[in-house]
Every structure is written in C-alpha cells, then in structure tokens.
C-alpha cells in the first residue's frame, strides 16, 4: 500500500507564509511527478504547482512568484513553500503523486487526504 501524509497546514494571516510537506511511504519502487493541488468550497480542484523528479517545474497563474515547490527524492518528499498569503489561498491543500509498486509496475497516481489552509485578512 502506498500512503501520503501532508504537513504543514494551518491558519496564516494574509501576507504571512506557511509550508507543507507530503511523504509518500509504503512499497514503492519509484515516485515521479510530484504536485500539489486545492479545492475551496463549492469549487473545482485546481493545480498549484507540480514538480518532476528531474526538478521541472509548472505553476498555476494565481500562485506564480508566491509560492515555491520542491522536493527530496531521497525521502519521498515534496515541499510548498507559500509566502505572501491571501484569504483567496484558502483551501484544502492535496498532494499528489505518480507512483510505481512491486505490485503492478505500473505508475498510478495517489492522493493526500488534504490539509486545511485558511487566510486570514
């Protein structure tokens, strides 16, 4: 079974900064793509940034230059960085990652079970 935790969330103010982190355990024999994805109330769940595990790097528009992704392949990890909050980044924060067991060898994407992000104004 693969697991992913998310850390991190929590209440800022706007302009303030928090960090989330996801670990990704179990039976893994590799873990590509890396992301992190939100959902606010009544909305769709968005893209925020996603990472590769050769360090490429996509932003969605509303967090380009605020927030900052990365990782450690050496501990399954992925990181958010989010720095000059705004009430509208509130959210439940998910991780997202393509992984590959000894069950099937083939990648399949897992899930977090989210972690609330709430600004403040």
């Known amino acids: 079974q693969v697991q992913l935790v998310e850390s991190g969330g929590g209440l800022a103010q706007a302009g303030g900064s928090l960090r989330l982190s996801c670990v990704v355990s179990?039976?893994?024999?590799?873990?590509?793509?890396m992301g992190w994805y939100r959902q606010a109330p009544g909305k769709q769940r968005d893209y925020v940034a996603i990472?590769?595990?050769?360090?490429?790097?996509t932003y969605g528009d509303s967090v380009k230059g605020r927030f900052t992704v990365s990782r450690d392949n050496n501990k399954n990890t992925v990181y958010l960085e989010m720095d000059s909050l705004k009430p509208e980044d509130s959210a439940i924060y998910y991780c997202n990652a393509e992984v590959m067991t000894p069950m099937t060898f083939k990648m399949m994407d897992y899930w977090g079970q989210g972690t609330q992000v709430t600004v403040s104004s």
């Open positions: 990472i590769s595990r050769d360090g490429s790097i």
């Open positions: 179990g039976s893994i024999v590799r873990v590509d793509g």
